[in-house]
């Protein structure tokens, strides 16, 4: 896919950048034209001559250093790549990027090209989550940039946290996805549910819960972004649907959500149930508006259907992804309930910690897989971790 494929690296001054000798390889290898650009602080870590051998192309470090081989550097450069990918992209490079400056080769080659843009961040866990390395981050989102997240792990500088270079082989099947011609996911259906479902007590009032349907409004546009057929499900909601969909279904309680899924599991390849769903209903909803009479109202509550448990007894071929939200025993709840609904992975959740649940953009989840794989991730935009999901169905359906 990537074959005859243009790809000009940017290497920062990381110590990531070792890594890159050997994404640099494998795209190579898959039989990309690949040229390097580095700064000056990235041949610290790597010599030039090294990229030299490993691409068969001159590796351009100054601005006005290497004539011979390009007139001018920074705008041929531009104009030779398909896709610019910088990797490690330091701090200072994203700060750089995000404000138009260009003091040198690499930053003056971004600012004259309009080529897409990967960059992979990797630095220092408290220099990623600084305000304005995450503020660098958004204004280079906004405009396209393409951010592969950091992994969690490890630091060459002792600590562990967010903030490690993905492994290559990562990196690569990123730049590959980007080259593919078909989207991955094209052909493919995935319902979707978010929202939370309402359940009447009377004409006017009901019992509901927190959820703002956020996260199931960016899951079902990450996976319209890899080109699956998306049926969306949504209870109640505080954010507009996504254009695009193959359909946007608005139920309000439980039973209808069920009514809805049911109708189209047998068709699809894939079911994430990101709804918050009444796990109990008024047994009883009354006609009329409720009058208020005695100091205490009993409501009598019947247990709803448990959807995604269901959908796991009929479940085929489909790929079943869950959620839990949770306020303790995380892990423990969302692996019995992973084993319960027979799901292929769980999404898990604390809604009581800072950053993440109802009513707010971010989140902190794991996922917990059925061999017992835990993926933790730090605190990110709920858009981002909407991209994960999709690409862990994308491995899972598609492999
Ligand atoms: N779910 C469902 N039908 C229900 C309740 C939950 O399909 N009646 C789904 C949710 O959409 C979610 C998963 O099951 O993907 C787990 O939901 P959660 O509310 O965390 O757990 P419950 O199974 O309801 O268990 P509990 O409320 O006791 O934690």
Known sequence: ???????????????????????????????????????????????????????????????????????????????????????PATANFLAKAAHGIADDLLTTTILASDKPLLIAPSMNTKMFMNSATQDNLKVLK????????PAVGELACGTSGKGRLPEPVEICAVVEKFFASEPILSGKRILVTAGGTIEAIDPVRYIGNRSSGRMGYEIAKSAMNSGAEV????????????????????????????????????????????????????????AQKIKKSDEILT???????????????????????????????????????LAEKNLDFIVANDVTAEGAGFGVSTNIASIIWRNGTVESFSKMSKADLAEKIIERVEKTLCH
Not at 17 to 36: P, T
Not at 244 to 265: C, N, P, T, Y
Not at 308 to 316: A, N, P, S, V, Y
């Open 1 to 87: 896919m990537i074959d005859k494929k243009n790809i000009l690296i940017g290497v920062t001054g990381g110590i990531a950048a070792y890594k890159v000798v050997e994404v640099a390889s494998r795209l190579k290898k898959s039989g990309a034209n690949v040229r390097v650009m580095m700064t000056l602080a990235a041949t610290e870590f790597v010599s030039p001559r090294t990229f030299e051998e490993i691409t068969g192309n001159a590796v351009f470090v100054e601005m006005f250093g290497d004539a011979a081989h390009f007139h001018v550097a920074h705008v041929a450069l531009a104009d030779f790549a398909d896709l610019i990918l910088i990797a």
């Open 142 to 149: 906004a405009r396209g940039v393409k951010i592969l997240e």
């Open 231 to 286: 049926v969306l499900v949504s209870g109640k909601s505080e954010v507009e649907p996504p254009d695009g969909l193959k359909a946007f279904i608005k139920v309000e309680s439980a039973l209808q959500m069920r009514d809805e899924v049911l109708k189209h599991f047998e068709t699809v390849d894939c079911v994430i149930m990101s709804a918050a769903v009444a796990d109990y209903r008024v047994k009883n909803p009354s």
């Open 299 to 337: 409501l009598e509550l019947v247990k709803n259907p448990d959807i995604l448990r269901e959908l796991g007894t009929l479940k085929k071929s489909q790929v079943l992804v869950g959620f839990a939200a949770e306020t303790q025993n995380i892990l423990e709840y969302a692996n019995k309930k």
